[in-house]
């Protein structure tokens, strides 16, 4: 957060959905507030344990469920960001 808000620039946010203090969609829903075309790519062992909140059901949110593959990730990110 603290390098989105310092203007860093990124085309992909890779982010876990569980992590203390902060879960990552909360992570996301501040960080397009700041990079409102920012893409993102969600991971998790829990997945239907944590929907999106309503606000980001609109956006493409892209979910990997660990464990993953390295190369479905690759794809994955590759594909999200030759996206428009």
């Keep these: 957060m603290a390098r989105l808000e310092a ?3 990124f085309d992909l ?4 959905i569980v992590m ?3 879960n990552g ?3 996301v829903e501040q960080s397009l507030k700041i990079r409102p075309e920012l893409k ?4 998790t062992a ?3 344990d944590h929907p999106p909140p309503a606000a980001l059901r609109a956006r493409e949110i892209r979910t990997l469920v660990k ?6 990730m690759c ?3 590759v594909d999200m960001l030759g996206r428009p």
């Design 25 to 27: 969609y909360e992570l």
């Design 20 to 22: 203390p203090n902060m």
């Design 13 to 16: 946010m890779l982010s876990d």
């Design 75 to 77: 794809d994955l990110v």
């Design 7 to 9: 203007g860093e620039a």
């Design 67 to 72: 464990p993953f593959d390295p190369d479905r």
């Design 40 to 43: 993102v790519v969600m991971m």
């Design 46 to 48: 829990y997945p239907t």
